[in-house]
């Protein structure tokens, strides 16, 4: 499972900062590739990074590119999506992900719900 929680409040104003941490436990956490998404109401899942086992190269969605940075720390069995400059826009529910399979497969069939284990949605709401 993934452990979830904030740094912070999950209000936040725009243009400010916040990160989200995930902690796995039980499961080899260097055997996945890790994922962080969103969900804003009324919208579909975005997939905003990926942290690929294959390579380890981690890929952003263009929306975020530039402003949030995913990383993981495999010592502590945790990731963390450090958010920057944060626009209304950004308002969602946040999830970490994990599956064995690479991001590039994920990147390309889009089928998030076969992933292997999910967090909690932590709620991040941006304000003008």
């Known amino acids: 499972r993934f452990s979830c929680r904030r740094l912070g409040g999950g209000l936040v104003q725009a243009g400010g900062s916040l990160r989200l941490s995930c902690a796995a436990s039980?499961?080899?956490?260097?055997?996945?590739?890790i994922g962080w998404f969103r969900q804003a109401p009324g919208k579909e899942r975005e997939g905003i990074s990926c942290?690929?086992?294959?390579?380890?190269?981690?890929y952003y969605t263009d929306s975020v590119k530039g402003r949030f940075a995913a990383a993981s720390d495999n010592a502590k069995n945790t990731v963390y999506l450090q958010m920057n400059s944060l626009k209304p826009e950004d308002t969602a529910v946040y999830y970490c992900?994990?599956?064995?399979?690479?991001?590039?497969?994920?990147?390309?069939?889009?089928?998030?719900?076969?992933?292997?284990?999910w967090g909690k949605g932590t709620q991040v709401t941006v304000s003008s």
């Open positions: 039980g499961f080899t956490f260097d055997d996945y590739s």
């Open positions: 942290i690929s086992n294959s390579d380890g190269t981690t």
């Open positions: 992900a994990a599956d064995l399979a690479t991001c590039e497969y994920y990147n390309k069939y889009k089928d998030y719900d076969a992933m292997d284990y």
